[in-house]
């Protein structure tokens, strides 16, 4: 299952860049006890030498309206960057 906080971003703004992590839930990271409700105990997804898309599309359509292949910036801490174009998000809505 994904958490994700809400994130609000305004329709042809280039300027956030998103950040996250991929964990596995299943895995417990080191130094802790596996918790299902507590994603700071999920072990990181390792993605060195792999690529990450992060693709965007309106809530209730099939249809992909930009896909960004993110940076990895640690590939051992499976963490990642997007950086948004100005044709991201072409309208406003969720």
């Given at each position: 299952m994904a958490y994700a906080s809400t994130i609000k971003l305004v329709t042809?703004?280039?300027?956030?860049?998103?950040?996250?992590?991929?964990?596995d839930s299943n895995t417990a990271a080191s130094g802790y006890t596996l918790d299902e409700e507590n994603s700071d105990s999920w072990a990181p997804v390792p993605i060195t030498?792999?690529?990450?898309?992060l693709r965007i599309r309106e809530i209730g359509s099939s249809s992909i309206t930009e896909t960004i292949t993110c940076t990895i910036t640690s590939g051992s801490g499976g963490t990642c960057?997007?950086?948004?174009?100005t044709s991201a998000f072409p309208s406003a809505g969720t």
């Open positions: 042809g703004d280039t300027s956030p860049e998103l950040n996250f992590s991929l964990k030498g792999g690529s990450v898309k960057a997007a950086v948004f174009s």
